[in-house]
């Protein structure tokens, strides 16, 4: 079966660094732009960053600029998010999906294809 799965997320303490990871089965995740986007309660799926298929090229939403980091291990079928200093806003439930390379050289990063489950991130005392 063609899907990522999301990890990696939970209850986390503001200020906290929690690592997220998309694994990739069935298919080569090498092959594909990824990104990681995140949907807030009461809140449209918003991008977060996305990276290209070597990683050398990375892209971030203004409201985690300089907070988030993506990567990818193209040998693990995985892309990962670390995040710092993590605050109320940041809770939302974390996505990975494709991104349609078109857009990620315009600077939208549009994802393409289906959704997984995702992986909540609650940033809460």
């Known amino acids: 079966q063609l899907q990522l799965v999301e990890s990696g997320g939970g209850l986390v303490q503001p200020g906290g660094s929690p690592r997220l990871s998309c694994a990739a089965s069935g298919f080569n995740l090498a092959n594909y732009i990824i990104g990681w986007f995140r949907q807030a309660p009461g809140k449209e799926r918003e991008g977060v960053s996305c990276?290209?298929?070597?990683?050398?090229?990375?892209k971030y939403a203004d409201s985690v600029k300089g907070r988030f980091t993506i990567s990818r291990d193209n040998a693990k079928n995985t892309v990962y998010l670390q995040m710092h200093s993590l605050n109320a806003e940041d809770t939302a439930v974390y996505y990975c999906?494709?991104?349609?390379?078109?857009?990620?050289?315009?600077?939208?990063?549009?994802?393409?294809?289906?959704w997984g489950q995702g992986t909540q991130v609650t940033v809460s005392s």
């Open positions: 999906a494709k991104v349609q390379p078109q857009t990620f050289y315009s600077g939208t990063c549009a994802p393409m294809g289906s």
């Open positions: 990276i290209s298929t070597s990683g050398s090229t990375t």
